[in-house]
């Protein structure tokens, strides 16, 4: 099945500057990207996902880029606030489905210094 | 109902019982998905159902875990002779197709064993 790698585990950034998380997928088949937000303990929720025809995808302060050649795809966060802080998780999935469904990376605990 | 929702929201259940979770999902969505989640840490992929089959089932973490899905709709998630490492909580998401849609995470059950 799918495998998905995320990095760093753990994220911190003084406020205001920018937040970027990395993901690798092993499926060249995946061909959508989403990423959610779990705020502490609350449930995971799609804050922006990319699928594979294009290679951008900004919304407002937040932004996702894909390289399919090295099956890797990484989250911009600028301008971070104190509200950002949370886990994210990168996920991949392809179409059908296959034997996983959508596959999650362990995810990273973004922490934004006041 | 609105959004997926899970029962019950907390269990606490002493060592060697079974329990039983339940997942509605959003009417209509016909992937749907069950992560364990403890204290701190990811997503862990337990299983998945296109419909009301599930392709591949060794996420499961032992066979003491079982899952079904009947009518395509509502699944549940049973936990034979509990065991302390049990705890965590359980997440069930669903989304309209197995692929390229957004998955709708349910609030979790934080199962305790004792």
């Known amino acids: 099945g799918e495998n998905v790698e995320q990095h760093p585990s753990t994220l911190s950034v003084q406020e205001g500057d920018s937040a970027v998380i990395k993901c690798t997928y092993s499926d060249s088949a995946s061909n959508y990207f989403p990423w959610y937000k779990q705020e502490l303990g609350k449930r995971p929720q799609l804050i922006i996902d990319?699928?594979?025809?294009?290679g951008e995808k900004k919304d407002q302060r937040i932004a996702v880029t894909l390289n399919k050649t090295a099956k890797h795809f990484s989250l911009h966060i600028t301008e971070t606030q104190p509200e950002d802080s949370a886990v994210y998780f990168c996920?991949?999935?392809?179409?059908?489905?296959?034997?996983?469904?959508?596959?999650f990376g362990k995810g990273t605990h973004l922490i934004i210094q006041p | 109902g609105a959004g997926v929702s899970q029962s019950p929201s907390n269990k606490v259940t002493e060592k060697g019982k079974d329990v039983e979770l339940r997942c509605d999902p959003i009417s209509g969505h016909t992937a749907l998905y069950w992560y364990r989640q403890s204290l701190g840490q990811g997503l862990e992929f337990l299983i998945y159902?296109?419909?009301?089959?599930?392709?591949?089932k060794s996420g499961l973490p032992s066979d003491r875990f079982s899952a079904e899905r009947t009518g395509g709709s509502v699944s549940t998630l049973t936990i034979q002779r509990t065991q302390q490492e049990d705890s965590a909580v359980y997440l069930c998401?669903?989304?309209?197709?197995?692929?390229?849609?957004?998955?709708?995470f349910g609030q979790g059950t934080r199962l305790t064993v004792v």
């Open positions: 998401a669903s989304s309209r197709t197995a692929s390229n849609t957004e998955a709708f």
């Open positions: 990319i699928r594979s025809n294009v």
């Open positions: 159902f296109q419909g009301n089959s599930a392709p591949d």
């Open positions: 996920a991949a999935s392809k179409a059908g489905g296959g034997a996983d469904g959508l596959t």
